[in-house]
């Protein structure tokens, strides 16, 4: 299986939104509503920002929203903070496996 | 709070084994589906295998499939993953994770083990 599909990189400055497109396919994203985000500082594990597409876990800001339309999966960030520089990456169950996306650094102008 | 330390990383040549270890605390380890989850140098997050609850159920990514070997021991809080047959493209940081409770998702991250396969 091929890694799910994310812009390189997305760019903003602080209080703006940007947005991040994940896409797979009706074997992945399409066919289950088991997206999950993370986002990663550089020499760090990744942290759980959105799960089941459009959930947040505790303690996570909800200036981190999640959506999905078909095969197209997104994260929102609203009202970007410098903290919020980082690689993101989508993630969807696949009936056996999980799948990644490509990663997308986002940058705080 | 959940706690997950990878150890048995280092530098292996190509065509030799290596085993993992992760060593869990703060959760009720037997109750939840573990996976390993892996990140070459300078490169995204690859899924690589997973392991039910119970130990019953495991589940492999292709690239790994008869080389690599996911299980875990309940009673010692412990999960493995044994490496055969290492080629130079299993270079990566290896992963410890631990579900959320929805199952779906990886809520809870070790360190990383560095696992280099060099000729």
């Known amino acids: 299986q091929s890694a799910l599909t994310q812009p390189r990189s997305v760019s903003g400055s602080p209080g703006q939104s940007v947005a991040i497109s994940c896409t797979g396919t009706?074997?992945?994203?399409?066919?289950?509503?088991?997206v999950s985000w993370y986002q990663q500082h550089p020499d760090k594990a990744p942290k759980v920002m959105i799960y089941?597409?459009?959930q947040r876990p505790s303690g996570v800001p909800d200036r981190f929203s999640g959506s999905k339309s078909g095969n197209t999966a997104s994260l929102t960030i609203s009202g970007l903070q410098a903290e919020d520089e980082a690689d993101y990456y989508c993630c969807s169950f696949a009936g056996t496996s999980y799948i990644f996306g490509t990663g997308t650094k986002v940058t705080v102008l | 709070q959940a706690q997950l330390v990878e150890s048995g990383g280092g530098v292996v040549q190509t065509g030799r084994s290596l085993r993992l270890s992760c060593a869990a605390s703060?959760?009720?380890?037997?109750?939840?589906?573990m996976h390993w989850v892996r990140q070459a140098p300078g490169k995204g997050l690859e899924w690589v295998a997973a392991i039910s609850f119970e130990g019953s159920l495991k589940y492999h990514v292709d690239s790994v499939k008869g080389r690599f070997t996911i299980s875990r021991d309940n009673s010692k809080d412990t999960l493995f993953l044994q490496m055969n047959s290492l080629r130079s493209e299993d270079t990566a940081v290896y992963y410890c994770v631990r579900v959320l409770e929805s199952d779906y998702g990886f809520q809870y991250w070790g360190q990383g083990t560095l696992v280099t396969v060099s000729s």
């Open positions: 009706s074997a992945d994203v399409g066919h289950y509503n088991y």
């Open positions: 703060g959760f009720t380890f037997s109750r939840y589906t």
């Open positions: 089941d597409v459009t």
